[in-house]
């Protein structure tokens, strides 16, 4: 039976991946695109050899297999619908552009060029990611030889037991973000109900981020306190590297005497690494030898120990990531800054325009592509490479305040030597990664303008 939904789920989500296909009529193209999800879906079902859709499973596994065949019903007939495969007649006519020109290339040339590149890719980069997936289905241990097949156990770990709150809290997020979005579109740009849209749109996206906190499971042991710790860090990196980067740049764009100097004293602390970032903080703020402690004593105050003080210790690892990014943010602003219309700048000049308003209706547009490129790589940042500042500042702690999504997984698969339940968390957090930048790119394709100010 529950099998027989995960194939009915990946035909509906295949229908809808496939709506946008073209040269096919409404009908066929959903019949198409429902073909293509429950390929997807049997595909995975068969990779796993169905051990999410038995009854002697907990339902939390069988909801988690249903919602995997879902995905992969929708990535079947998204990838199917948006393929040059189904547009024969623009493939045949570059296919003889190719033989009709100057060199007459054959159909294997292209191929041919990428095989380094492509090989790279599947030996370093997707056989990898497929062992990973793999590994995160079975019981491993670093060093031994045998392993046990736990089908989708390690996920069920990390959610808490009732099926009911895994499927009914984000469906209801989603609903809200798809209905939120659904309202800005239909009403008047300009309208009260368009501007009460845009005020309402990020709680959406706060629903969503709190129905996945009370997804995942509580207690000391649970994975609730790692995703929040990584929510408020990754977000106060993100947020106050990008601020404090576009703040900085902004102000050494001026004209002044030796800005060179300036620019490059603000940039270099890009070159350091994340670890000697990490140490450099925990020699700045070490509560016995501390640099911070010792100014502090000057002026007879004792400074709290960010060790023992679950906000000052998040602080701190913000502080030292948040210094790690901004020379990497302030040289793609300041280069940004150099493509600022400055035609535009003049004219709302002449107009009474104040300071504020050109930074805001003229400089910030202008810079929308160089800050979304910036979100992408800080995000990504913060989720990946922050583990060295963490490690050598924190470890972690007070009580695991600080340990993140990164973190945790090298703890609990190197350290603790379990190789699959750490592949299952880091499975996770790749697949919160592609979410955020497929979420990301569909929110931001209309908003950014290339080459100027619209």
Known sequence: MTLFIALLVGAGAGAYGFRNALRLRPQLRYLAGAAFGVLGAAVVSGATKGCAYGTDVDSIQNVIGVAIAGAAGLAAATAASSTKAARGA??????????????????????????????????????????????????????????????????????????????????????????????????????????????????????????????????????????????????????????????????????????????????????????????????????????????????????????ESVSLARFTVIAASVWKVLGYNILFYLAGLQNVPIEQVEASVLDGASAWQRFRYIVTPALGPITFFLLITNLTYAFFDIYGTIDYLTRGAPAGATSVAIYEIIRVGVDNRDIGRGAAQSVLLFLAVIGLTIWQFRRSEDRITYGGVG
Not at 173 to 180: E, H, K, R
Not at 214 to 219: A, E, K, L
Not at 268 to 281: C, E, M, N, Q, T
Request: net charge positive; proline share 6%.
């Open 90 to 307: 623009e493939i045949a006519k570059q296919r003889s552009e190719l033989r009709t020109g100057t060199y007459r290339l054959g159909w294997w040339w292209p191929w041919l060029l990428l095989l380094p590149t492509l090989i790279i890719l599947v030996v370093f980069l997707y056989i990898p990611a497929v062992q990973t997936f793999t590994l995160s289905t079975r019981l491993v241990r670093l060093g031994a030889p045998n392993t046990i097949d736990v089908c989708l156990s390690h996920f069920t770990e990390l959610l808490v037991p009732n099926p009911w709150m895994v499927v009914v809290l984000p469906s209801l997020s989603v609903a809200v973000i798809w209905g939120l979005g659904m309202w800005k579109q239909r009403a008047l740009v300009g309208s009260a109900s368009y501007n009460l849209a845009t005020t309402l749109q990020p709680l959406g996206v706060m629903a969503l981020l709190t129905a996945l906190y009370f997804m995942f499971s509580g207690g000391t042991n649970g994975y609730r306190s790692i995703y929040l710790n990584t929510v408020v860090i990754s977000a106060g990196t993100v947020l106050g590297g990008m601020v404090f980067g576009l703040a900085i740049a902004y102000l050494a764009f001026q004209k002044v005497r030796g800005i060179g100097v300036y620019r490059t004293l603000l940039i270099w602390p890009y070159a350091v690494s994340a670890p000697v970032a990490g140490i450099l903080f925990f020699m700045m703020f070490d509560p016995t030898a501390g640099v911070i402690q010792h100014l502090f004593d000057g002026f007879g105050i004792s400074f709290p120990n960010y060790r």
